[in-house]
């Protein structure tokens, strides 16, 4: 049954809400990214992954170093791949074309700027504390950066699916902590400063949200040609 031009007007208002909601909070993130950037640069971030190691690494114990391992492996190449094959699967074969491919998008896309800014900015890794070993430059943190576009965007296409609000509270919230945990169990290996962390879960936000501006126009305009019907 075609929606009265009422139900449409309110729609295209929240959309249009969204997608400016949505166009701030990648501004936002941006500029996040860019600050650590500079300050990378201008190497001002000592007091910050000071401050904020100081909070973590004395956490340190065997049984919570194998969570923490166990939580990494989420946010590595290969666990992160894992979760995109599967749920990029599920979703074609739910006939979600669409999110299907702009979730494989925010997954391998956020992987590939994160290899082309650690080239850019070329920070070593720290050397104290090292619970394993890890290769590679260190800012901005790959795991924190794909966690973010890859958990934040199966996330957000898991919510168009559920009309309950408790239930979409839950599930971004759950996310939410996995990606933070994920990030946290970086700095708690000695593999990322705290500010490789940050500025990693800044640029997948960034990459998230242009991703998820994309999908809601494609979906906006699906929703249009129907109407239209």
């Known amino acids: 049954m075609p929606r009265s031009p ?35 640069e201008k190497k001002e ?19 919570l170093t194998l969570i923490m391992k166990a939580l990494t492996f989420w946010g590595s190449s290969l666990g992160l ?12 074969f739910r006939r979600h074309r669409w999110e299907a491919l702009f979730f494989v998008l925010s997954a391998g896309g956020a992987g590939l700027f ?17 619970l394993i070993e890890q290769a ?8 924190s950066m794909g966690s973010m576009a890859t958990y934040g965007m199966l996330a957000v296409i898991l919510c168009l699916f559920f009309p309950n609000k408790l239930a979409r509270v ?14 946290v169990s970086r700095i708690y290996l000695g593999v990322h400063y705290p500010s490789d962390v940050a500025a990693g879960f800044a640029a997948g ?12 126009a494609v979906r906006q305009a699906r929703r249009s040609r129907r109407s239209r019907r």
Do not use: M
């Open 45 to 63: 971030l000592d007091a910050f992954d000071e401050t904020v190691g100081g909070w973590i690494l004395p956490l340190v114990h065997p049984a």
């Open 205 to 216: 936000a960034a990459w998230l949200l242009i991703c998820l501006l994309a999908l809601q």
């Open 114 to 130: 994160n290899l082309l800014l650690k080239n850019i900015f070329k920070r070593e890794r720290p050397t104290l504390h090292r």
């Open 81 to 92: 791949s894992l979760v995109t094959a599967v749920a990029g699967l599920l979703l074609l």
């Open 6 to 40: 009422y139900a449409r007007r309110e729609a295209a208002a929240r959309s249009r809400l969204y997608a400016i909601a949505a166009i701030a909070l990648t501004v936002l993130s941006l500029l996040v990214f860019i600050k650590f950037a500079n300050e990378l």
């Open 136 to 143: 590679g430059y260190s800012f901005p943190s790959g795991h």
């Open 170 to 183: 839950l599930l971004l919230t759950a996310a939410a902590l996995v990606i933070v945990l994920i990030g």
